[in-house]
């Protein structure tokens, strides 16, 4: 191990870092009633936290959280271009160790998820705290590696063939590391829906080794940062890429989930003509219901001039529809994996790299269309991501979620979990006095009319908010 055990970008940003966190603190209060609540008592002393979620300066008010809460943390980013630097180097400033440059390769992204289990003292970590799964999957694919399975023999693709290598250079340097560490591991909390479709997944086919923590479907999670953090970021991912004027131009976007509604909104809000495509009657409607237009991508395809995927799907813009585009049009992904849009059949057409995370891609035919950070999430590769007030119910959850699987892990099944209900209206609570909300109280009579307690919970676990 290095003397140095981190690696980002430059140290010297760390006193901007700090900076923001500081402005940042003061838009998280959900995070700072954790410390309040917890700060002393540290239910997480003892927890050694491997964590790989976009190293930002929201998520490094998480990590002096959890810090402060008594754990042991090493953390790498989730996405290799939304690290923001002067946040890795604020965090490492502070001898937390981080592994995450904005614009790293995919080789240094599985390294750097290696190094999130490396301890200086050999030991192994015994929590992860996940967004979208890649160190839960890294593990445990080297754990059934290690076991004889034969599942490092077939990539899907170039980044499997790179994750799948890096697993196997672990192997040879550090035998039976992955089963001794997936063994180690109390439990995993999850941060997007993505992540947890995967860990659902590996319930199903009874691969999931650890409990597991949705923090995604906390009401407060994905009704919230899904829905209004894109309503915020997704706009201002498109004007830092392009500075184009979004008013009067036709966008399309694809999927009208919690992360498609919110995007939506956002472009809406900034007057554009939005229409929505979806394969779900239920989303589809409420998008006609909620004024948009539902059209087919085959159909409108030639109609947009700005195209955005939030689905989680894979091949959602295919070359297909890509040679039926604008000249010009500007086509992105905010959700999770870059694989909603096929860039790789792109690959071959002539780049023009304008500025990092944007690319001018020209077809055959001279048409050209403007691709932001290479089908990787938009609003983390060209700009901040979510603003901090959102960010702090989000990652109040994950607090929250952490300390139940470190402090209570043997109550619970090798099962995905969510956090009680009254958990999530504590969180959306901790949140109310920031936007000068102020919450009528029920009377024990009308308590007792509607059925529930006057501190709640107030809505049935059926309810969909
Ligand atoms: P969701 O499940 O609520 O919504 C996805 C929607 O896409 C569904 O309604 C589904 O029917 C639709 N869909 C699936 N395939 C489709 C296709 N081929 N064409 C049209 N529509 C299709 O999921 P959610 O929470 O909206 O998340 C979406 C993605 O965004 C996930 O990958 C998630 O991890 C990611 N995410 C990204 C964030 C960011 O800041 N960039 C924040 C939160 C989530």
Redesign the pocket.
């Known amino acids: 191990m290095s003397a140095q055990d981190y690696i980002v970008a430059d140290i010297s940003l760390a006193d901007w870092g700090r900076k923001e966190l500081d402005i940042a603190e003061t838009e998280m209060p959900g995070l700072m009633a954790c410390r309040s609540e917890f700060g002393t008592s540290k239910p997480l002393k003892g927890a050694r936290i491997s964590g790989s979620l976009h190293m930002t300066i929201q998520t490094a008010v998480l990590i002096e959280t959890l810090k402060e809460l008594g754990a042991d943390l090493r953390w790498a980013s989730c996405n290799i271009f939304s690290t923001q630097d002067h946040a890795a180097a604020a965090i490492a400033a502070t001898g937390t160790p981080v592994f995450a440059v904005k614009g790293e390769t995919l080789e240094e992204y599985w390294e750097y998820t290696d190094r999130i289990f490396q301890w200086p003292d050999g030991g192994v970590s015994n929590m992860i705290l996940d967004d979208?799964g890649d160190a839960t999957m890294y593990i445990l694919t080297g754990a059934r590696a290690e076991a004889g399975e034969d599942v490092l023999s077939n990539p899907g693709n170039e980044e499997e063939t790179i994750f799948f290598a890096q697993i196997k250079k672990r192997m040879a340097a550090t035998p039976g590391f992955f089963t001794r560490q997936r063994d180690a591991i109390k439990g995993v909390t999850e941060e997007?829906?993505?992540?947890v479709n995967r860990l659902y997944q590996l319930q199903k086919k009874g691969l999931l080794p650890f409990p597991a923590i949705n923090v995604?479907d906390s009401v407060t999670k994905?009704k919230f940062?899904?829905k209004y953090?894109?309503k915020e970021?997704l706009v201002d991912g498109i004007r830092r890429a392009t500075d184009t004027m979004m008013a009067g131009k036709v966008a399309i976007v694809?999927?009208?989930?919690?992360?498609?509604k919110g995007s939506a909104a956002s472009l809406q809000g900034a007057g554009a003509r939005v229409k929505v495509?979806?394969?779900?009657p239920i989303?589809a409607l409420q998008a006609a219901m909620d004024g948009f237009e539902v059209v087919t991508l085959e159909d409108a395809a030639h109609t947009a001039d700005i195209i955005i995927t939030?689905?989680?799907?894979k091949d959602?813009i295919t070359l297909e529809h890509m040679r039926k585009f604008k000249d010009m049009a500007i086509v992105g992904n905010?959700?999770?994996?870059d694989n909603e849009i096929q860039v790789e059949a792109l690959r071959n057409l002539k780049w023009t790299n304008i500025k990092p995370q944007v690319d001018m891609i020209e077809f055959p035919d001279n048409k050209r269309i403007i691709l932001l950070s290479e089908g990787r999430?938009l609003?983390?590769g060209n700009a901040t991501?979510?603003p901090s007030f959102v960010m702090s119910a989000s990652f109040t959850n994950q607090v929250l979620a952490q300390i139940e699987l470190f402090t209570k892990g043997e109550e619970y099944q090798n099962q995905v979990y969510v956090l009680p209900k009254h958990l999530d209206e504590k969180v959306a609570r901790l949140h109310l006095d920031r936007v000068g909300a102020k919450l009528s109280k029920l009377s024990d009579e009308q308590a007792a009319y509607i059925g529930v307690s006057p501190n709640g919970p107030f809505k049935p676990e059926h309810y969909r908010y």
């Open positions: 979208g997007t829906t993505t992540g995604n994905s940062d899904n953090g894109c970021s694809c999927g009208y989930g919690d992360v498609g495509t979806e394969v779900d989303c939030t689905t989680g799907n959602v905010i959700g999770h994996f999430l609003n983390l991501g979510h």
